[in-house]
């Protein structure tokens, strides 16, 4: 797949990332060619303009609008390390961006605000809020996405939120929405909670958390199935989400070291809300916003649990959970375990035998299979 990026601002060479031998995928999308075609029509009234990117995968945006000094945020340290990488490999200057996470507090008030559309639309509602305080009545709002991933209530969120919309023709199946600032106020989402059944347990989930009103059906098998092993004295909640597997991990193991880590910035604060209001001491356990294992020491951990993700933003594929996979093999102690649940139809059980040899199938119903390995 080319990764050759070509806009009127400059041309680069983009990388996705994690990266992967032979994907098909690019590092930007028809939408970010048609947002900066936009921009660039305007470029000479950028200059000493604050600009606001938010939800940049790869950097596309970061990139061609650097020589402004933008302030890109991030739910995804993928995606920050993403810009990072791809800024260094084009020989281009990191301090030209600021770097935010979702939960940063913004430094200023934005002249632009850039948007790329986000899978979870309350993760949208969201960040409008955040900013409510940081853009004036001049602000250019404008949103940018594929038609396929711009549902009609978006133009229903930004017209309730920020003020009246006007959209583009399609192009290249990609479209913009331009947004009149309105000066609307709004507060950022509450983290919301929910019950653990059958437990005494509150799950702690911010917007951009994946199944934040309930337990999703995969996680409520895998912890009907949790076994009791011996020897377990270092445990990864790997893509942790909210921390409900790692709450009952530690829970299960209350002698062990619970590390929780994910990509995102938003699913490690919510784990250790669950863990500051269920455990009555988190000496035992580390949050960690983390690419899959990257780090960690090989040969350091007895037990890891995982529920894969099958998707990375809009994009469907199994390289994430096979990043995983490999990572959990190095990281492993000999005689550590693995286990992962995941949905019948996806075929990681070839994927886990070729890794570690032997596949145990723990248990499964009409939907889920729970694969138990053994380095």
């Excluded at 390390?81 to 030209?96: F, G, P, T, V, Y």
């Excluded at 023709?169 to 609307?184: G, P, Q, Y």
Aim: a positive charge; proline letters at 3%.
């Amino acid at each position: 797949m080319t990764t050759c990026f070509n806009t009127s601002f400059n041309t680069f060479n983009l990388e996705r990332f994690p990266q992967q031998k032979n994907h098909n995928l690019q590092a930007w999308d028809a939408a970010d060619q048609y947002l900066l075609e936009h921009l660039y029509e305007q470029h000479t009234e950028l200059k000493n303009k604050n600009i606001l990117i938010f939800n940049d995968a790869f950097g596309a945006l970061t990139l061609s609008l650097l020589e402004y000094h933008p302030c890109a945020v991030n739910d995804s340290i993928i995606s920050q390390k993403a810009i990072i990488e791809n800024i260094s490999s084009n020989q281009l200057d990191i301090k030209k961006v600021d770097l935010l996470n979702s939960l940063s507090k913004y430094k200023t008030t934005y002249d632009y605000v850039i948007i790329k559309t986000p899978k979870t639309l309350d993760y949208l509602r969201y960040f409008i809020g955040s900013i409510t305080h940081h853009i004036h009545s001049n602000t250019q709002i404008i949103v940018a996405g594929m038609v396929k991933n711009m549902p009609k209530v978006i133009w229903s969120i930004l017209e309730e939120k920020i003020g009246e919309t006007n959209t583009s023709l399609a192009k290249k199946k990609a479209r913009l929405i331009f947004v009149k600032s309105e000066m609307k106020p709004n507060k950022p989402s509450p983290v919301q909670t929910f019950a653990q059944e059958n437990t005494k347990f509150k799950i702690f989930n911010h917007v951009n958390v994946f199944s934040k009103q309930s337990l999703d059906i995969g996680t409520r098998f895998l912890l009907q199935n949790l076994p009791k092993l011996s020897g377990i004295n270092n445990v990864v909640d790997l893509g942790c989400g909210n921390g409900v597997v790692g709450l009952n991990l530690a829970v299960l193991y209350p002698k062990a070291k619970v590390t929780f880590t994910d990509e995102s910035y938003m699913a490690v604060a919510s784990a250790k809300l669950t863990c500051e209001f269920n455990v009555k001491s988190l000496e035992n356990c580390q949050f960690l916003v983390n690419n899959c294992l990257d780090d960690f020491a090989p040969n350091s951990v007895d037990l890891i649990v995982c529920n894969p993700p099958f998707h990375q933003s809009h994009s469907i594929g199994t390289h994430i959970a096979l990043q995983m996979f490999k990572q959990s093999h190095k990281t492993l102690n000999k005689g550590g375990t693995f286990l992962v649940v995941a949905n019948r139809h996806l075929p990681y059980y070839s994927h886990l035998k070729r890794i570690f040899g032997k596949v145990n199938n723990l248990a499964g119903n009409a939907k889920f299979s729970i694969y138990s390995m053994t380095k």
